[in-house]
């Protein structure tokens, strides 16, 4: 057996045996990275106001495809708010706020994740980087100063430059502590899963919205670790997957 292919079977949890930090009794680490204090947050359309995303669920699965090719059109603000609670939407806090359910089932509710964003063009929003803060369902504008994103993107993307051309680009990181606080050295096959859960959300999301998107794997890590400001330890690029209105389609 090849070395790797260990991780696709499960391991009986020997994390668990040698003592998590869940059965230590320590708290678990926040359910999302925290902004500065006095960050001036953007808000977003809330659930409740949603106007989009009534196409027939059989239909956007039989419409589901990989979609390389975006229009020049704008995505709206209620548009991208929609596609964040699809994908990391926080419906409840519970257990004293230190766990929470969302729009995607994640391992013991742990969901390790952050949402970036890389916004060419919705309607409203300055084009640049910007975290979710899925709990306040609100944007954070990151002050880094990186010109040219939209290339820099592809070019991390090793050459696929279509990853920095849609409406706005999805980058996806984990902090693997929050899942190894519960599950030790089993996280991995937890985390991965868990992130597909998330970007298959934003395929049928984008389709009931009548735009598309393309999951991408294939990235240099560090230079995508650096162009969002991450260290590539506590916290790693994961996935990413750009979002536009249909242009000329190409099937996946």
Known sequence: MKSYRKYFRNQSLPGMEVGTDQIKGLLPPPVQKPCPKGAQLIDLVA???FTVGNMPLID?????KSRRKFSDQPLTLEELSFLLW???GVKRLFRDG???LRTVPSGGAMHPFETYLLVNRVKGVEAGLYRYMAVEHKLYPLPIDAPDLDQKIGVACKGQTFAG???VTFIWTVRPCRTE???GDDSLKDVLMSVGH???????????????????VAY????????IGVDGYDEIALYLAPVGKYGQEQDS
């Open 47 to 49: 659930p409740d106001q």
């Open 60 to 64: 956007a699965i039989n419409n589901r």
């Open 86 to 88: 699809s994908t990391q």
């Open 98 to 100: 230190l766990v929470t």
């Open 165 to 167: 051309q849609g409406a």
């Open 181 to 183: 606080w519960r599950y």
């Open 198 to 216: 998330i970007c298959q959300n934003l395929y049928l999301a984008c389709e009931s919205i009548h735009a598309g998107t393309c999951a991408i």
């Open 220 to 227: 240099q890590q560090e230079l995508l670790d650096d162009l």
